[in-house]
C-alpha cells in the first residue's frame, strides 16, 4: 500500500518516474518511521529513503527538532558541500504519507562493528577521525541565519534535564548522583561561541564507505548551543565498541579529531570537550534507564528495550573510569 | 521447600537448548532478536548466582559509609543524598571503593564482556 501511495507521491514531483519499487521498513518507532525504495524511471531506478512520522502523528515530542526543520539542515549541509544526502522532496498533506521527507539513498554501512572490523574499511579507519573533525567544523561553521527555527542548549541546561529525568525514575544510583555533582561543579557557564550542534553525531548516524564518511544522518536531535558538545558526545566510551583505547568512534585518536576540526579553521577548547564527554556519558546512561521505563510502561514490551535498561551499569563504569581513576 | 532443578539450572539449559539447537537454524532480524533473548537468560543465570553474594557486601559497605543499617535501596538513597548535597566524595574514605566494587558486581552480571570492565578486571 505504501508503494502506490509513494508512486502517486514521486510521480508529482519526479519527470519521468513511473512508479515506485523494493519499499521495505527500515526502522520504526511508534511515532517515527524510515523506509528505503527505488524510484522505477526508464534511465535506471534512484535509490531513496523516506523517513516521515505516519499520518495521525502531530508534532515530534520532547527534544526533537521535527522533520521539517531536519530535512532544512540536511539540505543546507549538502549545499554547503558536507556529506550528507540530498533531499528530494517534502512531503505535503496532498502525498497523504503523513509528515517528513523523502531523500537521495547513500550506499555504506552504519553498523559500528562491520566498520570497525570488516577488511572493507581498513582504508577508512585511519582517517576518519580527522575526516569527521573537518565534517563537524563544517556543521558548526553553517550560517546561523539560515537555520531553521531549534531549541537553544547549554551545558546548565543540560544538567537540569538529565538531572530531572534521572529523578523522575525514582531509582537510586549513586554514580550518577556522582557524575551530576561533578557537572554541577564544573559547569563551564555559556560558550563564547554558539552554533549548530548536530546532537547525536556518532556510529549509527554517520554513513561509511571504504573512502570515509559518506553522510551523516538523523538531525533528530540538532540544536543550538556549545559547538565543543559534539566533539564530547562522539569520544564517549559507549560509541568505541570494544575499541577503547581510540576514543573517537573506536578508530581515531582526539588529536586527529581536533586536527581535522582546526584545518578547518575552527578552535577546538579540550577541556570543555572533556566536559561534554562526561555529559554525554551520563546522557547515555539515562538514555538506557529511559529505555527500561518505556519497556515496563509499554506499548514497546519488547526484549531488546528491556536489555538496554540492562547497559546502564555500563556508562556508570565510564564514568568511574572518567571521574574516579584508579592507580594504573 | 520447591524441588530441584533450581531456576538457574533450569534457565542454563533453556539458554544452552536455544543458543545450540535453535539459534543455527534462524535467520534474519529474528536471529538479532533470539540472540537478545538468549542474552537476557544468560543475564539472569548471572545474577540468581551472584546477586546475594554481592548485595551482602553492598549493603556492609554502606553500613559502613553511612553509619547505619536498612534496606539496599534506602541505604543506596541515603547514599545518593548525601553524594548530591556534597556531604561525601571521592574525598571521602571508602567511597570510591564501594563505587568501584558495586559498579564492578553490576557489570559482573549486567555485561562481563564489556571491555572497561575487562581492563577494570585486570587492573585491580
Known sequence: MIEEQLGRCVASWYPGATGVTGAAKLSGGASQETWTFDIVHPSGNVGAIL???????????????????????????????????????????????????????????TIARK????EQFAKARPILARQLGRVIAGIHGLAPAKLPKLREMSATKEIADLEREYRSFDRPRPVFELALRWL????PGPSREVTLVHGDFRHGNLIIGPDGV???????????????????????????????DKPVG????????????????????????????VMGTLRWGIMCCGMMQRFRQGPDHSMERAMIGRRSSETEIDLLRLLAPRGK | MQDEPT???????????LRNEIAPEIKGHNAFKLRVGINALDLVTRQLTLEQGSDAAESARLKQLLGADGPLIESNRALCEKIAKGEVDLQTPGLAEH????????????????????RELGNK
Open chain 1, 250 to 277: 573506536g578508530f581515531g585518536t582526539r588529536e586527529e579529531l581536533f586536527a581535522g576540526y582546526e584545518e578547518a579553521g575552527r578552535k577546538v577548547d579540550p577541556d570543555r570537550v572533556m566536559f561534554w564527554e
Open chain 2, 99 to 118: 563505587l568501584w566494587q558495586t559498579t564492578m558486581d553490576k557489570l559482573a552480571v549486567d555485561q562481563p564482556n564489556y571491555a572497561s570492565y575487562k
Open chain 1, 51 to 109: 523517513r516521515r512520522a505516519p499520518p495521525g502523528y502531530g508534532a515530534s515530542p520532547g527534544r526533537a527538532a521535527g522533520l521539517d526543520a531536519e530535512a532544512t539542515l540536511m539540505q543546507l549541509a549538502h549545499d554547503a558541500g558536507l556529506p550528507s544526502p540530498r533531499v528530494m522532496h517534502v512531503l505535503k498533506p496532498a502525498d497523504e504519507l503523513g509528515r517528513g521527507f523523502i531523500m537521495q539513498r547513500i550506499e555504506g554501512e
Open chain 1, 115 to 118: 566498520i570497525l572490523r570488516d
Open chain 1, 214 to 244: 559518506r553522510a551523516v544522518l538523523d538531525w533528530e536531535l540538532a540544536h543550538v548551543g556549545d559547538p565543543m558538545e559534539d566533539l564530547g558526545w562522539i569520544c564517549v566510551n559507549s560509541w568505541r565498541f570494544g575499541e577503547i
Open chain 2, 7 to 17: 531456576p538457574t539450572e533450569l534457565i542454563k539449559a533453556v539458554a544452552d537448548f
Open chain 1, 184 to 187: 554541577r561543579e564544573r559547569d
